[in-house]
Protein backbone atom coordinates (compact mmCIF):
# COMPACT_ATOMS: atom_id res chain seq x y z
CA UNK A 1 0.00 0.00 0.00
CA UNK A 2 1.08 3.43 -0.44
CA UNK A 3 2.33 5.94 2.09
CA UNK A 4 -1.26 8.05 1.70
CA UNK A 5 -3.06 5.12 1.92
CA UNK A 6 -1.75 3.85 4.88
CA UNK A 7 -2.20 7.52 6.34
CA UNK A 8 -6.09 7.83 5.45
CA UNK A 9 -6.43 4.25 7.23
CA UNK A 10 -4.75 5.15 10.61
CA UNK A 11 -6.79 8.42 10.74
CA UNK A 12 -10.40 6.54 10.25
CA UNK A 13 -9.27 3.86 12.43
CA UNK A 14 -8.19 6.53 15.29
CA UNK A 15 -11.26 7.96 14.84
CA UNK A 16 -13.39 5.23 15.46
CA UNK A 17 -11.29 4.29 18.18
CA UNK A 18 -11.66 7.68 19.69
CA UNK A 19 -15.66 7.70 19.15
CA UNK A 20 -15.35 4.30 20.91
CA UNK A 21 -13.42 5.50 24.02
CA UNK A 22 -15.84 8.32 23.97
CA UNK A 23 -18.79 6.36 24.58
CA UNK A 24 -17.70 3.59 26.77
CA UNK A 25 -16.00 6.21 29.26
CA UNK A 26 -19.05 8.58 29.46
CA UNK A 27 -20.72 5.48 30.43
CA UNK A 28 -18.54 4.62 33.12
CA UNK A 29 -18.65 8.56 34.24
CA UNK A 30 -22.55 8.69 34.33
CA UNK A 31 -22.96 5.86 36.63
CA UNK A 32 -19.53 6.24 38.56
CA UNK A 33 -17.76 2.80 37.21
CA UNK A 34 -20.61 0.47 38.46
CA UNK A 35 -22.92 0.30 35.22
CA UNK A 36 -25.55 -1.83 35.95
CA UNK A 37 -25.75 -5.07 33.92
CA UNK A 38 -28.91 -3.95 31.75
CA UNK A 39 -27.25 -1.19 30.76
CA UNK A 40 -24.19 -3.16 29.76
CA UNK A 41 -26.11 -4.95 27.85
CA UNK A 42 -27.50 -2.02 25.31
CA UNK A 43 -23.69 -0.27 25.38
CA UNK A 44 -22.48 -3.47 23.81
CA UNK A 45 -25.06 -4.12 21.73
CA UNK A 46 -25.32 -0.24 20.25
CA UNK A 47 -21.58 0.34 20.22
CA UNK A 48 -21.35 -0.30 16.79
CA UNK A 49 -24.53 1.42 15.64
CA UNK A 50 -23.40 4.72 17.73
CA UNK A 51 -19.96 4.58 16.48
CA UNK A 52 -21.14 4.39 12.68
CA UNK A 53 -23.72 6.86 12.98
CA UNK A 54 -21.56 9.69 14.59
CA UNK A 55 -18.41 8.45 11.86
CA UNK A 56 -20.89 8.93 8.97
CA UNK A 57 -22.09 12.21 10.14
CA UNK A 58 -18.41 13.56 10.42
CA UNK A 59 -18.28 12.43 6.55
CA UNK A 60 -21.27 13.41 5.25
CA UNK A 61 -20.26 17.54 6.67
CA UNK A 62 -16.80 16.78 5.41
CA UNK A 63 -14.49 16.70 8.22
CA UNK A 64 -12.93 14.15 6.98
CA UNK A 65 -11.61 15.75 3.84
CA UNK A 66 -9.82 18.12 5.85
CA UNK A 67 -6.22 18.13 6.39
CA UNK A 68 -5.06 17.80 10.14
CA UNK A 69 -2.11 19.53 10.12
CA UNK A 70 -4.33 22.36 8.96
CA UNK A 71 -7.45 22.20 11.00
CA UNK A 72 -8.83 25.59 12.28
CA UNK A 73 -11.78 27.19 14.19
CA UNK A 74 -13.93 26.14 10.71
CA UNK A 75 -13.49 22.78 11.19
CA UNK A 76 -14.08 22.34 14.59
CA UNK A 77 -17.65 24.13 13.61
CA UNK A 78 -18.19 21.26 11.46
CA UNK A 79 -17.06 18.71 13.89
CA UNK A 80 -19.30 19.94 16.74
CA UNK A 81 -22.25 20.01 14.30
CA UNK A 82 -21.43 15.99 13.21
CA UNK A 83 -21.26 14.98 16.81
CA UNK A 84 -24.21 17.54 17.92
CA UNK A 85 -26.20 16.17 15.05
CA UNK A 86 -25.49 12.24 16.18
CA UNK A 87 -26.46 13.03 19.93
CA UNK A 88 -29.38 14.92 19.19
CA UNK A 89 -30.40 11.63 16.97
CA UNK A 90 -29.78 9.20 20.36
CA UNK A 91 -31.74 11.18 22.48
CA UNK A 92 -35.03 12.17 20.27
CA UNK A 93 -34.69 7.55 19.72
CA UNK A 94 -34.30 7.43 23.69
CA UNK A 95 -37.57 9.78 23.92
CA UNK A 96 -39.48 8.14 21.42
CA UNK A 97 -38.60 4.29 22.27
CA UNK A 98 -39.23 4.93 26.07
CA UNK A 99 -42.84 7.19 24.87
CA UNK A 100 -43.87 4.13 23.14
CA UNK A 101 -42.59 0.94 24.51
CA UNK A 102 -42.36 1.67 27.80
CA UNK A 103 -39.30 -0.52 27.70
CA UNK A 104 -40.83 -3.76 27.34
CA UNK A 105 -39.26 -6.37 25.23
CA UNK A 106 -36.37 -5.88 23.20
CA UNK A 107 -36.90 -1.96 22.91
CA UNK A 108 -35.02 -1.38 25.87
CA UNK A 109 -32.04 -2.08 23.40
CA UNK A 110 -32.46 0.56 21.16
CA UNK A 111 -31.47 3.48 23.80
CA UNK A 112 -28.82 5.04 25.70
CA UNK A 113 -29.56 6.90 28.86
CA UNK A 114 -29.95 10.12 28.36
CA UNK A 115 -26.95 11.01 30.87
CA UNK A 116 -25.00 8.64 28.86
CA UNK A 117 -25.66 10.33 25.54
CA UNK A 118 -24.62 14.40 26.54
CA UNK A 119 -21.14 12.76 27.99
CA UNK A 120 -20.50 11.31 25.26
CA UNK A 121 -20.98 14.47 23.14
CA UNK A 122 -18.45 16.09 25.22
CA UNK A 123 -16.03 13.66 24.83
CA UNK A 124 -16.49 12.84 21.28
CA UNK A 125 -15.97 16.52 20.32
CA UNK A 126 -13.20 17.13 22.29
CA UNK A 127 -11.41 13.65 21.11
CA UNK A 128 -11.84 13.93 17.23
CA UNK A 129 -11.00 17.88 17.65
CA UNK A 130 -8.29 17.85 20.27
CA UNK A 131 -5.86 15.16 18.28
CA UNK A 132 -6.63 17.07 14.84
CA UNK A 133 -5.60 20.06 17.02
CA UNK A 134 -2.66 18.22 18.82
CA UNK A 135 -1.55 17.05 15.03
CA UNK A 136 -1.54 21.21 13.95
CA UNK A 137 1.00 22.25 16.92
CA UNK A 138 3.17 19.39 16.77
CA UNK A 139 3.70 20.52 12.90
CA UNK A 140 4.35 23.85 13.51
CA UNK A 141 6.53 23.32 16.21
CA UNK A 142 8.58 21.24 14.14
CA UNK A 143 8.50 24.10 10.99
CA UNK A 144 9.20 26.96 13.86
CA UNK A 145 12.34 24.71 15.11
CA UNK A 146 13.42 24.34 11.69
CA UNK A 147 13.62 27.80 10.46
CA UNK A 148 14.06 29.50 14.19
CA UNK A 149 16.21 32.28 14.65
CA UNK A 150 18.64 33.19 17.23
CA UNK A 151 17.36 35.27 20.11
CA UNK A 152 20.55 37.22 19.48
CA UNK A 153 19.81 37.97 16.16
CA UNK A 154 16.18 39.30 16.43
CA UNK A 155 14.97 42.70 16.30
CA UNK A 156 12.66 43.40 19.52
CA UNK A 157 9.63 44.78 18.66
CA UNK A 158 6.57 46.44 19.96
CA UNK A 159 3.28 45.92 18.29
CA UNK A 160 0.76 49.14 17.70
CA UNK A 161 -2.16 48.28 17.99
CA UNK A 162 -3.82 45.06 19.77
CA UNK A 163 -7.06 44.72 17.59
CA UNK A 164 -8.04 41.72 15.52
CA UNK A 165 -4.75 42.77 12.82
CA UNK A 166 -2.69 42.95 15.48
CA UNK A 167 -3.52 39.21 16.28
CA UNK A 168 -2.81 38.25 13.32
CA UNK A 169 0.39 40.22 12.97
CA UNK A 170 1.62 38.07 16.58
CA UNK A 171 0.66 35.04 15.18
CA UNK A 172 1.94 35.62 11.99
CA UNK A 173 5.14 36.28 13.43
CA UNK A 174 4.92 33.15 15.86
CA UNK A 175 4.85 31.26 12.97
CA UNK A 176 7.50 32.69 10.95
CA UNK A 177 10.70 32.66 13.14
CA UNK A 178 13.12 33.51 10.26
CA UNK A 179 11.51 37.18 10.24
CA UNK A 180 13.79 37.79 12.89
CA UNK A 181 11.24 39.86 14.51
CA UNK A 182 10.82 39.24 18.11
CA UNK A 183 7.36 40.99 19.71
CA UNK A 184 7.87 41.89 23.29
CA UNK A 185 4.68 43.60 23.81
CA UNK A 186 1.97 45.42 22.50
CA UNK A 187 1.05 49.39 22.64
CA UNK A 188 -2.81 50.40 22.62
CA UNK A 189 -4.80 53.70 23.59
CA UNK A 190 -7.60 51.92 24.61
CA UNK A 191 -7.55 51.77 28.31
CA UNK A 192 -9.67 48.25 29.06
CA UNK A 193 -6.88 46.29 27.47
CA UNK A 194 -4.14 47.96 29.39
CA UNK A 195 -2.37 44.64 31.29
CA UNK A 196 -4.47 42.05 29.31
CA UNK A 197 -2.65 39.46 27.11
CA UNK A 198 -3.33 38.83 23.17
CA UNK A 199 -1.33 35.38 21.75
CA UNK A 200 0.92 35.63 25.02
CA UNK A 201 1.85 39.31 24.70
CA UNK A 202 0.74 41.84 27.25
CA UNK A 203 -0.79 45.26 26.26
CA UNK A 204 2.24 47.38 28.09
CA UNK A 205 0.75 50.78 27.37
CA UNK A 206 -0.54 53.50 25.53
CA UNK A 207 1.36 55.88 22.49
CA UNK A 208 2.12 58.33 24.74
CA UNK A 209 3.91 56.12 27.18
CA UNK A 210 5.68 54.37 24.11
CA UNK A 211 9.22 56.04 24.87
CA UNK A 212 9.66 54.61 28.52
CA UNK A 213 8.46 51.14 27.62
CA UNK A 214 10.70 51.08 24.91
CA UNK A 215 13.56 51.58 27.39
CA UNK A 216 11.64 48.98 29.72
CA UNK A 217 11.28 46.04 27.07
CA UNK A 218 14.94 47.16 24.81
CA UNK A 219 12.58 47.38 21.73
CA UNK A 220 14.20 49.10 18.86
CA UNK A 221 11.31 48.48 16.67
CA UNK A 222 7.75 48.94 16.18
CA UNK A 223 5.13 48.10 13.62
CA UNK A 224 1.94 49.60 13.27
CA UNK A 225 -0.76 47.23 12.98
CA UNK A 226 -4.04 48.86 12.58
CA UNK A 227 -5.32 47.95 9.87
CA UNK A 228 -6.72 51.28 7.60
CA UNK A 229 -5.66 53.61 10.16
CA UNK A 230 -6.45 57.48 9.22
CA UNK A 231 -3.35 59.45 8.21
CA UNK A 232 -3.36 61.56 11.24
CA UNK A 233 -3.56 58.16 14.08
CA UNK A 234 -0.38 57.02 11.08
CA UNK A 235 1.65 60.42 11.24
CA UNK A 236 1.08 60.75 15.76
CA UNK A 237 2.49 56.89 16.28
CA UNK A 238 5.53 57.64 13.35
CA UNK A 239 6.07 60.86 15.49
CA UNK A 240 5.93 59.32 18.82
CA UNK A 241 7.96 55.86 17.93
CA UNK A 242 10.77 57.66 16.20
CA UNK A 243 11.42 59.73 19.68
CA UNK A 244 11.16 57.11 21.84
CA UNK A 245 14.00 55.96 19.05
CA UNK A 246 12.11 53.20 17.00
CA UNK A 247 12.36 51.89 13.68
CA UNK A 248 9.29 52.04 12.56
CA UNK A 249 7.33 49.61 9.81
CA UNK A 250 3.38 49.47 8.79
CA UNK A 251 1.66 46.55 7.97
CA UNK A 252 0.40 46.10 4.61
CA UNK A 253 -3.21 47.53 3.97
CA UNK A 254 -7.08 46.33 4.18
CA UNK A 255 -7.21 44.46 1.15
CA UNK A 256 -4.46 42.27 1.92
CA UNK A 257 -5.91 41.03 5.30
CA UNK A 258 -8.90 40.11 3.68
CA UNK A 259 -9.69 36.32 4.72
CA UNK A 260 -7.41 36.87 7.17
CA UNK A 261 -4.46 36.08 5.18
CA UNK A 262 -1.60 38.19 6.35
CA UNK A 263 2.06 38.51 4.62
CA UNK A 264 4.44 39.75 6.56
CA UNK A 265 7.09 39.92 3.77
CA UNK A 266 5.34 42.99 2.35
CA UNK A 267 5.91 44.66 6.04
CA UNK A 268 7.32 48.28 4.93
CA UNK A 269 8.59 51.05 6.09
CA UNK A 270 5.64 54.09 7.05
CA UNK A 271 5.45 55.78 3.49
CA UNK A 272 3.71 59.63 2.49
CA UNK A 273 0.54 57.46 1.84
CA UNK A 274 0.00 56.65 4.87
CA UNK A 275 0.58 59.98 6.68
CA UNK A 276 -2.13 61.30 4.15
CA UNK A 277 -4.52 58.47 4.28
CA UNK A 278 -8.28 58.81 5.26
CA UNK A 279 -11.33 56.51 6.70
CA UNK A 280 -11.21 53.44 4.21
CA UNK A 281 -13.88 53.79 1.65
CA UNK A 282 -17.33 51.68 2.02
CA UNK A 283 -18.48 50.24 -1.46
CA UNK A 284 -21.98 49.54 -2.72
CA UNK A 285 -20.81 46.24 -3.57
CA UNK A 286 -24.36 45.18 -4.73
CA UNK A 287 -24.76 47.95 -6.71
CA UNK A 288 -21.27 47.66 -8.53
CA UNK A 289 -21.40 44.10 -9.07
CA UNK A 290 -25.01 44.38 -10.78
CA UNK A 291 -23.09 46.81 -13.32
CA UNK A 292 -20.02 44.16 -13.81
CA UNK A 293 -20.85 40.92 -12.76
CA UNK A 294 -20.94 38.68 -15.54
CA UNK A 295 -20.48 41.41 -18.04
CA UNK A 296 -17.75 42.34 -20.72
CA UNK A 297 -15.64 45.48 -19.39
CA UNK A 298 -13.21 47.32 -21.17
CA UNK A 299 -10.52 49.75 -19.74
CA UNK A 300 -8.30 52.10 -22.18
CA UNK A 301 -5.20 53.17 -20.83
CA UNK A 302 -4.87 49.54 -19.07
CA UNK A 303 -1.00 50.06 -18.11
CA UNK A 304 -1.22 53.51 -16.68
CA UNK A 305 -1.67 53.97 -12.85
CA UNK A 306 -5.26 54.18 -12.54
CA UNK A 307 -6.01 52.01 -15.93
CA UNK A 308 -4.42 49.39 -13.93
CA UNK A 309 -5.55 49.79 -10.66
CA UNK A 310 -8.95 49.91 -12.40
CA UNK A 311 -8.33 46.34 -13.57
CA UNK A 312 -7.37 44.91 -10.80
CA UNK A 313 -10.30 46.33 -8.76
CA UNK A 314 -12.77 45.28 -11.66
CA UNK A 315 -12.11 41.63 -11.69
CA UNK A 316 -12.66 41.50 -7.80
CA UNK A 317 -16.72 42.09 -9.39
CA UNK A 318 -15.93 38.62 -11.90
CA UNK A 319 -16.67 40.25 -15.28
CA UNK A 320 -17.58 37.67 -18.04
CA UNK A 321 -14.38 39.21 -19.92
CA UNK A 322 -12.19 42.43 -19.14
CA UNK A 323 -10.95 43.78 -22.00
CA UNK A 324 -7.28 45.49 -21.78
CA UNK A 325 -6.86 48.81 -24.33
CA UNK A 326 -3.25 50.16 -24.09
CA UNK A 327 -0.42 51.24 -26.49
CA UNK A 328 2.52 50.96 -24.45
CA UNK A 329 2.83 47.09 -25.29
CA UNK A 330 5.35 46.76 -22.19
CA UNK A 331 2.59 48.34 -19.96
CA UNK A 332 0.24 45.88 -21.26
CA UNK A 333 2.43 42.83 -20.98
CA UNK A 334 2.69 43.91 -17.28
CA UNK A 335 -0.50 44.13 -16.56
CA UNK A 336 -1.46 41.43 -18.35
CA UNK A 337 0.51 38.95 -16.86
CA UNK A 338 -0.68 40.22 -13.41
CA UNK A 339 -4.12 39.73 -13.50
CA UNK A 340 -3.50 36.24 -14.98
CA UNK A 341 -1.89 35.35 -12.01
CA UNK A 342 -3.59 37.04 -9.80
CA UNK A 343 -7.34 36.35 -11.35
CA UNK A 344 -6.81 32.69 -12.82
CA UNK A 345 -10.73 32.99 -13.16
CA UNK A 346 -11.34 35.84 -15.18
CA UNK A 347 -11.16 35.94 -18.86
CA UNK A 348 -8.45 38.60 -19.72
CA UNK A 349 -7.99 40.31 -23.24
CA UNK A 350 -4.92 42.39 -24.00
CA UNK A 351 -5.12 44.77 -27.00
CA UNK A 352 -2.91 46.80 -28.20
CA UNK A 353 -4.04 49.97 -29.75
CA UNK A 354 -4.37 53.81 -29.31
CA UNK A 355 -8.14 54.91 -28.52
CA UNK A 356 -7.43 57.88 -31.83
CA UNK A 357 -7.42 55.01 -34.15
CA UNK A 358 -11.08 54.40 -35.33
CA UNK A 359 -10.34 51.57 -37.17
CA UNK A 360 -8.41 49.65 -34.00
CA UNK A 361 -11.30 50.68 -32.10
CA UNK A 362 -14.20 49.23 -34.33
CA UNK A 363 -12.35 45.97 -34.63
CA UNK A 364 -12.04 45.39 -30.74
CA UNK A 365 -15.57 46.30 -29.98
CA UNK A 366 -16.89 44.16 -33.50
CA UNK A 367 -14.95 41.24 -31.30
CA UNK A 368 -16.18 42.03 -27.68
CA UNK A 369 -18.84 43.74 -28.02
CA UNK A 370 -17.87 45.59 -24.06
CA UNK A 371 -20.66 46.72 -22.56
CA UNK A 372 -19.25 49.06 -19.51
CA UNK A 373 -16.08 51.41 -21.10
CA UNK A 374 -13.64 52.59 -18.69
CA UNK A 375 -11.92 55.34 -20.11
CA UNK A 376 -8.37 56.52 -18.71
CA UNK A 377 -6.59 56.92 -21.86
CA UNK A 378 -5.06 60.86 -21.57
CA UNK A 379 -2.04 63.00 -21.77
CA UNK A 380 -1.88 64.31 -18.65
CA UNK A 381 1.47 66.34 -17.67
CA UNK A 382 0.68 69.45 -17.59
CA UNK A 383 4.10 71.40 -18.65
CA UNK A 384 4.57 68.50 -21.42
CA UNK A 385 0.95 69.12 -22.97
CA UNK A 386 1.98 73.00 -22.85
CA UNK A 387 4.86 72.32 -25.00
CA UNK A 388 2.86 69.60 -27.16
CA UNK A 389 -0.63 71.68 -27.30
CA UNK A 390 -1.80 69.25 -30.71
CA UNK A 391 -1.10 66.21 -29.47
CA UNK A 392 -2.82 66.79 -26.14
CA UNK A 393 -5.92 67.86 -28.04
CA UNK A 394 -5.20 64.73 -30.58
CA UNK A 395 -5.60 62.38 -27.29
CA UNK A 396 -7.35 63.92 -24.78
CA UNK A 397 -10.33 65.33 -26.86
CA UNK A 398 -10.60 63.79 -30.14
CA UNK A 399 -8.98 60.62 -28.90
CA UNK A 400 -12.05 60.57 -26.65
CA UNK A 401 -14.84 61.39 -29.26
CA UNK A 402 -13.76 58.56 -31.10
CA UNK A 403 -13.89 55.90 -28.44
CA UNK A 404 -17.36 57.79 -27.03
CA UNK A 405 -18.59 56.84 -31.05
CA UNK A 406 -17.35 53.81 -31.31
CA UNK A 407 -18.89 52.71 -27.87
CA UNK A 408 -22.36 54.28 -29.10
CA UNK A 409 -22.34 52.63 -32.46
CA UNK A 410 -21.99 49.42 -30.96
CA UNK A 411 -24.55 49.34 -28.08
CA UNK A 412 -22.18 50.13 -24.84
CA UNK A 413 -24.58 50.47 -22.05
CA UNK A 414 -22.00 52.08 -19.63
CA UNK A 415 -19.17 55.15 -20.68
CA UNK A 416 -17.20 56.26 -17.86
CA UNK A 417 -14.69 59.21 -18.59
CA UNK A 418 -12.32 59.59 -15.86
CA UNK A 419 -11.26 63.64 -15.79
CA UNK A 420 -9.50 65.96 -13.46
CA UNK A 421 -9.37 68.85 -11.50
CA UNK A 422 -7.49 70.93 -13.93
CA UNK A 423 -10.53 70.77 -16.29
CA UNK A 424 -11.96 73.23 -14.06
CA UNK A 425 -11.45 76.50 -14.59
CA UNK A 426 -8.68 75.21 -16.73
CA UNK A 427 -5.21 77.76 -17.36
CA UNK A 428 -3.53 74.59 -18.87
CA UNK A 429 -3.86 72.79 -22.33
CA UNK A 430 -4.13 69.74 -20.36
CA UNK A 431 -6.99 71.05 -18.53
CA UNK A 432 -9.02 72.47 -21.40
CA UNK A 433 -8.29 69.48 -23.48
CA UNK A 434 -10.27 67.23 -20.47
CA UNK A 435 -13.02 70.08 -20.33
CA UNK A 436 -13.67 69.42 -23.82
CA UNK A 437 -13.96 65.96 -23.67
CA UNK A 438 -16.25 66.62 -20.47
CA UNK A 439 -18.44 68.81 -22.82
CA UNK A 440 -18.79 65.99 -25.70
CA UNK A 441 -19.46 63.09 -23.32
CA UNK A 442 -21.87 65.05 -21.69
CA UNK A 443 -23.80 66.39 -24.87
CA UNK A 444 -23.71 62.41 -26.02
CA UNK A 445 -25.39 61.56 -22.81
CA UNK A 446 -28.76 63.50 -23.47
CA UNK A 447 -28.79 62.43 -27.15
CA UNK A 448 -28.04 58.91 -26.99
CA UNK A 449 -29.33 55.65 -24.67
CA UNK A 450 -25.35 55.24 -23.92
CA UNK A 451 -24.65 56.35 -20.07
CA UNK A 452 -22.30 58.74 -20.60
CA UNK A 453 -20.59 60.24 -17.30
CA UNK A 454 -17.47 61.88 -15.75
CA UNK A 455 -15.57 61.24 -12.73
CA UNK A 456 -13.50 64.12 -11.71
CA UNK A 457 -10.86 64.13 -9.10
CA UNK A 458 -7.38 65.56 -8.52
CA UNK A 459 -3.92 64.20 -7.88
CA UNK A 460 -3.17 60.48 -7.22
CA UNK A 461 -0.03 59.81 -4.77
CA UNK A 462 2.46 57.14 -6.27
CA UNK A 463 0.81 57.63 -10.18
CA UNK A 464 3.50 57.39 -12.71
CA UNK A 465 5.37 60.60 -13.35
CA UNK A 466 3.44 62.31 -10.00
CA UNK A 467 5.40 64.51 -7.83
CA UNK A 468 5.94 61.78 -4.86
CA UNK A 469 8.30 59.23 -6.45
CA UNK A 470 10.22 62.56 -8.02
CA UNK A 471 10.84 63.74 -4.58
CA UNK A 472 11.81 60.38 -3.72
CA UNK A 473 14.32 60.37 -6.28
CA UNK A 474 15.45 63.87 -5.35
CA UNK A 475 16.09 62.91 -1.59
CA UNK A 476 18.34 59.63 -2.92
CA UNK A 477 20.58 61.97 -4.73
CA UNK A 478 20.99 63.76 -1.53
CA UNK A 479 18.89 67.06 -2.74
CA UNK A 480 17.55 69.55 -3.30
CA UNK A 481 13.97 68.31 -3.26
CA UNK A 482 12.70 70.92 -5.80
CA UNK A 483 9.14 72.46 -5.16
CA UNK A 484 7.69 74.96 -7.80
CA UNK A 485 6.18 77.45 -5.21
CA UNK A 486 6.33 78.00 -1.41
CA UNK A 487 2.21 78.23 -1.34
CA UNK A 488 1.32 75.34 -3.93
CA UNK A 489 -1.60 73.49 -3.08
CA UNK A 490 -3.26 70.16 -4.38
CA UNK A 491 -5.58 67.70 -3.50
CA UNK A 492 -4.19 64.00 -3.18
CA UNK A 493 -5.93 60.74 -2.60
CA UNK A 494 -4.44 57.18 -2.97
CA UNK A 495 -4.60 55.09 -5.95
CA UNK A 496 -6.77 52.24 -4.91
CA UNK A 497 -9.24 54.68 -3.39
CA UNK A 498 -9.65 57.01 -6.59
CA UNK A 499 -10.33 53.58 -8.66
CA UNK A 500 -12.90 52.48 -6.13
CA UNK A 501 -14.53 55.55 -5.90
CA UNK A 502 -14.79 55.43 -9.92
CA UNK A 503 -16.65 52.10 -9.79
CA UNK A 504 -19.01 53.42 -7.29
CA UNK A 505 -19.69 56.23 -9.43
CA UNK A 506 -20.04 53.86 -12.69
CA UNK A 507 -22.96 52.70 -10.79
CA UNK A 508 -24.97 55.29 -9.26
CA UNK A 509 -24.78 57.58 -12.93
CA UNK A 510 -27.88 57.54 -14.42
CA UNK A 511 -26.25 60.01 -17.97
CA UNK A 512 -24.64 63.36 -18.19
CA UNK A 513 -23.41 63.86 -14.50
CA UNK A 514 -19.79 65.01 -13.37
CA UNK A 515 -19.14 63.01 -10.12
CA UNK A 516 -16.81 64.90 -8.19
CA UNK A 517 -15.06 62.66 -5.76
CA UNK A 518 -14.26 64.10 -2.17
CA UNK A 519 -10.45 64.70 -2.18
CA UNK A 520 -10.20 65.65 1.48
CA UNK A 521 -8.44 68.92 2.67
CA UNK A 522 -5.70 70.52 -0.25
CA UNK A 523 -1.84 70.12 0.70
CA UNK A 524 0.93 72.08 0.28
CA UNK A 525 3.55 71.01 -1.88
CA UNK A 526 6.29 72.16 0.24
CA UNK A 527 5.42 70.21 3.78
CA UNK A 528 5.01 66.66 1.51
CA UNK A 529 8.50 67.15 0.79
CA UNK A 530 9.36 68.04 4.44
CA UNK A 531 7.31 64.54 5.19
CA UNK A 532 8.97 62.40 2.39
CA UNK A 533 12.38 63.58 3.57
CA UNK A 534 11.58 62.79 7.47
CA UNK A 535 10.16 59.19 6.05
CA UNK A 536 12.98 59.03 4.42
CA UNK A 537 15.57 59.06 7.34
CA UNK A 538 17.01 62.57 7.05
CA UNK A 539 16.02 65.75 9.47
CA UNK A 540 14.44 68.81 7.79
CA UNK A 541 17.70 70.86 7.75
CA UNK A 542 19.77 67.52 5.99
CA UNK A 543 18.07 68.05 2.44
CA UNK A 544 17.71 71.39 0.54
CA UNK A 545 14.76 72.55 -0.63
CA UNK A 546 14.78 74.89 -3.84
CA UNK A 547 12.03 76.62 -5.29
CA UNK A 548 12.04 76.79 -8.77
CA UNK A 549 9.11 78.73 -9.83
CA UNK A 550 5.64 77.96 -11.39
CA UNK A 551 5.73 75.81 -14.28
CA UNK A 552 3.51 76.85 -17.57
CA UNK A 553 0.24 75.65 -17.18
CA UNK A 554 0.09 75.36 -13.41
CA UNK A 555 -1.76 77.07 -11.25
CA UNK A 556 -1.27 77.69 -7.15
CA UNK A 557 -4.54 76.44 -6.55
CA UNK A 558 -6.76 73.62 -8.27
CA UNK A 559 -10.34 73.52 -7.97
CA UNK A 560 -12.85 70.25 -8.46
CA UNK A 561 -16.17 71.85 -8.91
CA UNK A 562 -17.68 75.49 -10.29
CA UNK A 563 -20.44 77.57 -8.66
CA UNK A 564 -22.51 76.86 -11.84
CA UNK A 565 -22.70 73.18 -11.67
CA UNK A 566 -24.23 72.90 -8.36
CA UNK A 567 -22.78 70.12 -6.67
CA UNK A 568 -25.05 68.05 -4.64
CA UNK A 569 -24.84 64.88 -2.14
CA UNK A 570 -24.95 61.57 -3.49
CA UNK A 571 -26.08 58.33 -1.14
CA UNK A 572 -22.08 57.94 -0.81
CA UNK A 573 -20.73 60.68 1.33
CA UNK A 574 -17.55 60.75 -0.51
CA UNK A 575 -19.03 61.21 -4.45
CA UNK A 576 -20.37 64.26 -5.58
CA UNK A 577 -22.42 65.29 -8.15
CA UNK A 578 -22.19 68.09 -10.31
CA UNK A 579 -24.98 68.85 -13.35
CA UNK A 580 -24.57 71.38 -15.69
CA UNK A 581 -26.51 72.32 -18.80
CA UNK A 582 -25.42 70.02 -21.68
CA UNK A 583 -25.12 72.07 -24.69
CA UNK A 584 -26.52 70.76 -28.21
CA UNK A 585 -24.81 67.56 -29.45
CA UNK A 586 -24.79 69.08 -33.06
CA UNK A 587 -22.80 72.24 -31.94
CA UNK A 588 -20.39 70.48 -29.94
CA UNK A 589 -19.79 68.39 -33.09
CA UNK A 590 -19.27 71.25 -35.25
CA UNK A 591 -16.53 72.58 -32.70
CA UNK A 592 -14.59 69.80 -32.29
CA UNK A 593 -14.93 69.44 -36.24
CA UNK A 594 -13.15 73.02 -36.10
CA UNK A 595 -10.83 71.12 -33.59
CA UNK A 596 -9.73 68.80 -35.71
CA UNK A 597 -8.91 70.91 -38.29
CA UNK A 598 -6.69 73.25 -36.08
CA UNK A 599 -4.80 70.05 -34.22
CA UNK A 600 -3.56 69.13 -37.79
CA UNK A 601 -2.20 72.75 -38.84
CA UNK A 602 0.99 74.27 -36.70
CA UNK A 603 -0.95 77.42 -35.40
CA UNK A 604 -0.73 77.42 -31.87
CA UNK A 605 -3.40 80.30 -31.86
CA UNK A 606 -5.65 78.96 -34.01
CA UNK A 607 -5.92 75.61 -31.44
CA UNK A 608 -5.79 77.37 -28.70
CA UNK A 609 -9.25 79.50 -29.85
CA UNK A 610 -10.78 75.95 -31.34
CA UNK A 611 -10.20 75.18 -27.31
CA UNK A 612 -11.73 78.53 -25.93
CA UNK A 613 -14.75 78.08 -28.40
CA UNK A 614 -15.37 74.60 -26.55
CA UNK A 615 -14.10 75.86 -23.39
CA UNK A 616 -15.17 79.31 -22.74
CA UNK A 617 -13.46 79.79 -18.96
CA UNK A 618 -10.03 78.46 -21.04
CA UNK A 619 -7.51 81.11 -19.87
CA UNK A 620 -4.14 80.46 -21.48
CA UNK A 621 -0.85 81.26 -19.88
CA UNK A 622 1.52 83.57 -21.58
CA UNK A 623 3.49 80.42 -22.34
CA UNK A 624 0.16 79.05 -24.26
CA UNK A 625 0.34 81.54 -26.23
CA UNK A 626 4.09 81.40 -26.95
CA UNK A 627 5.00 83.89 -24.76
CA UNK A 628 6.83 83.97 -21.37
CA UNK A 629 5.07 82.18 -18.32
CA UNK A 630 4.08 84.60 -15.87
CA UNK A 631 3.70 82.59 -12.15
CA UNK A 632 -0.31 82.88 -11.01
CA UNK A 633 -1.47 84.64 -7.88
CA UNK A 634 -4.31 83.17 -5.93
CA UNK A 635 -7.76 84.09 -7.57
CA UNK A 636 -9.01 86.74 -5.40
CA UNK A 637 -12.43 85.16 -6.30
CA UNK A 638 -12.30 81.24 -6.21
CA UNK A 639 -14.58 79.14 -7.70
CA UNK A 640 -16.82 77.23 -5.07
CA UNK A 641 -15.16 73.77 -3.68
CA UNK A 642 -18.38 71.67 -3.41
CA UNK A 643 -16.83 68.33 -3.20
CA UNK A 644 -13.94 68.78 -0.53
CA UNK A 645 -16.79 69.58 2.22
CA UNK A 646 -15.74 68.69 6.06
CA UNK A 647 -15.97 64.86 6.43
CA UNK A 648 -14.77 62.41 9.04
CA UNK A 649 -11.95 60.86 8.08
CA UNK A 650 -9.96 63.91 5.98
CA UNK A 651 -6.47 64.20 6.61
Known sequence: MTRVVVLRLTQVALDLAILSMALWLACFLRFEGEIPQQVLKRIVFLWPYV????????????????????????????????IGVGSALLASIRVTVVALSQERGYAQYAYLPLGVIAIDFVLAFLGIAGVRVLRRLTAEQVQVRKRRVPATRATRTLL??????????????????????????FIDDDPVKLGSAIHGLEVLGNIEQVQRIARRVGATQAIITIAEAPGPVIRNISDQCRRAGLKVKVIPGLFELVGGRLNLTRLRDVAIEDLLRREPVVLDDAAIAGELRGKVALVTGAGGSIGSELCRQICRFQPETLVLLERSENALFEIHRELQSAFPSVPVRPCVGDVCDAERLREIFEQYLPEVVFHAAAHKHVPMMEWNPGEAVKNNVLGTVTLADTALAHGTRVFVMISTDKAVNPSSIMGASKRAAEVYVQALAVATRTRFVTVRFGNVLGSNGSVVPIFREQIARGGPVTVTHPEMKRYFMTIPEACQLVLQASAMGEGGEIFILDMGEPVKIVDLARDLIQLSGFRPDEIEIAFTGVRPGEKLYEELSVAEESAEKTRHPKVYIGKTTAQPLEAVRQQIERLRLSARSKDASRLLSGLQEIVPEYRPTASSRGGRDRQQEEPESKASLVAPVSVSGTS
Open 160 to 185: VGAGQAGLMVAKEIANRPELGVLPVG
Open 51 to 82: VGLQYALLVVVGVRRYAWRYVGLREAVRIFLA
